[in-house]
């Protein structure tokens, strides 16, 4: 089964320019892999609503850090037994400090599969053994910060 769900993530960038990401389990699968937070858009929700209050649920920051700048990343994964492909928007949250990040509303879907969250440095992220989804999330982490500080100086 293939699947085009519309969906919506955030790149979180802490003040030290870390990048949060979420660990998960595919129950079906077996497959472990780190993404940004995010998930699907409800009927009627905005792609940036959307990404507020997933931001939220999945790892208790305040929605309201997801800035307005957004890149269309595509995707192509597998996740429980259903094949994505689809062009998600991948929105940019800036933190002044080191939040600390837990989920708060999880579904039981996540509840099952959701093994935690790390702040993790460029570094970090290029050592770690578990595949990262999209694996440039890196440079699309850079990308936001760019088009961000542009629109803050006018550029």
Do not use: N
């Not at 089964?1 to 979420?22: E, H, I, K, N, Q």
């Not at 790892?59 to 597998?78: K, M, N, Q, S, Y």
């Not at 879907?109 to 578990?130: F, Q, R, V």
Request: net charge negative; glycine share 8%.
């Amino acid at each position: 089964m293939t699947s085009d769900r519309p969906a919506a993530r955030v790149v979180c960038v802490d003040a030290l320019g870390r990048v949060l990401l979420m660990r998960w389990r595919d129950t079906v699968s077996g497959e472990v892999f780190w993404e940004p937070p995010g998930g699907g858009i409800d009927a009627g929700e905005t792609p940036l609503a959307a990404a507020r209050r997933e931001l939220t649920e999945e790892t208790g920051l305040p929605g309201e850090a997801v800035l307005d700048t957004w890149i269309p990343v595509p995707r192509d994964f597998h996740w429980l037994g259903v094949h994505y492909v689809k062009v998600e928007p991948f929105y940019l949250a800036r933190f002044a400090a080191v939040p600390e990040a837990a989920p708060v509303v999880l579904t039981a879907e996540e509840s099952e599969t959701c093994l935690g969250s790390a702040w993790l440095s460029s570094a970090e992220i290029a050592a770690l053994p578990d595949p990262v989804k999209p694996p440039d999330v890196v440079e699309i982490a850079a990308e936001l910060v760019r088009r961000a500080e542009g629109c803050a100086s006018g550029a």
